[in-house]
């Protein structure tokens, strides 16, 4: 399996990013996919979850202002970032059992 995230970027504190991973190589339809994010210094944490059958669940610092969402049908996984704040700087990973994505920065700053 292979992932390409995307999305991020640089934004104000309360704006909004989306980003996608998209899986080539096999079909997401039967695994649980997660994001993960890599602030500087500190260690890896998990950010949000979707399972196969569409349940999600977030870190406790992102409820509420994170969505994520799968689309099977374009083998993608989103996650809808909202009122972001510049303690949500880091470089975002999706993960698929093994395999992760390359990352993709995101940077919250005024």
């Known amino acids: 399996v292979q992932l390409q995230a995307s999305g991020g970027g640089l934004v104000q504190p309360g704006g909004s990013l989306r980003l996608s991973c998209v899986a080539s190589?096999?079909?997401?339809?039967?695994?649980?996919i997660a994001w993960f994010r890599e602030a500087p210094g500190k260690e890896r944490e998990g950010v949000s979850t979707i399972t196969s059958g569409f349940s999600t669940n977030y870190a406790d610092s992102v409820k509420g202002r994170f969505t994520i969402s799968r689309d099977n049908t374009k083998n993608t996984v989103y996650l809808q970032m909202n009122s972001l704040k510049p303690e949500d700087t880091a470089v975002y990973y999706c993960?698929?059992?093994?395999?992760w994505g390359q990352g993709t920065l995101v940077t919250v700053s005024s």
């Open positions: 190589g096999s079909t997401l339809d039967y695994y649980d």
């Open positions: 993960n698929v059992k093994v395999y």
